[in-house]
Antibody
């Protein structure tokens, strides 16, 4: 079955960068885009961006432009999301999710990123 | 960006009773080319990722109990749980995938009365 396995929790200092991975299995990797969505504690879901794993094309939420980079490694079937210049407001659970005909299904279990001095 | 606004923010319903959650988009998410509403509903329980319940506004995802139903078109949508079960306690989100950036509602917390 389709599975998305995310990397483990991270603790970072303000100003640092974090790179979260999303390893996929159970489907043809290049047939489906991967999205990144984050959720701050007690808050709603915020879409960050996506990558077309077939073409490499990417879209980002404007508020993250210049700070976020989504990449993919087809041979490893893995997508990465790197967020730089971290601040306390970036403390959140970061999810990857597969694009299935534009719905998001399935989702990874999430990666908690804590930004604290 | 399309803004999704849910109501109410929280809701308490007795077991076996009907629960209704509303979602309004700031612009239509109905694509005239295929007459489909690009609107989904997700359920999220504590410590878990969101789970897709409904897509195309009214199509139930495989394995989702038939007490869950979605309706609406254009800018106004509704998620209905016909007979609330204890396991339905969760936060529910509407989600538009009509245009990038995709966006989510603020969530509706559903509890047992």
């Amino acid at each position: 079955q389709v599975q998305l396995e995310q990397s483990g929790a991270e603790e970072k200092k303000p100003g640092a960068s974090v790179k979260v991975s999303c390893k996929t299995s159970g489907y043809t990797f290049t047939d489906h885009a991967i999205h990144w969505v984050r959720q701050a504690p007690g808050q709603s879901l915020e879409w960050m961006g996506r990558i077309n794993t077939g073409t490499g094309n990417r879209d980002y939420l404007q508020k993250f432009q210049g700070r976020v980079t989504i990449t993919s490694d087809t041979s490893a079937r893995t997508v990465y999301m790197e967020l730089s210049s971290l601040r306390s407001e970036d403390t959140a659970v970061y999810y990857c999710a597969r694009d299935r005909g534009q719905q998001l299904l399935p989702w990874g279990l999430g990666t908690l990123v804590t930004v604290s001095s | 960006d399309i803004v999704m606004t849910q109501s109410p923010d929280s809701l308490a319903v007795s077991l076996g009773e009907r629960a209704t959650i509303n979602c309004k988009s700031s612009q239509s998410v109905l694509y005239s080319f295929n007459n489909k509403n690009y609107l989904a509903w997700y359920q999220q329980k504590p410590g878990q990722p969101p789970k897709l319940l409904i897509y195309w506004a009214s199509t139930r995802e495989s394995g989702v109990p038939d007490r869950f139903s979605g309706s609406g078109s254009g800018t106004d949508f509704t998620l209905t749980i016909s007979s609330l079960q204890a396991e339905d306690v969760a936060v529910y989100y509407c989600h538009q995938y009509y245009s990038i950036p995709v966006t989510f509602g603020q969530g509706t917390r559903l509890e047992i009365k």
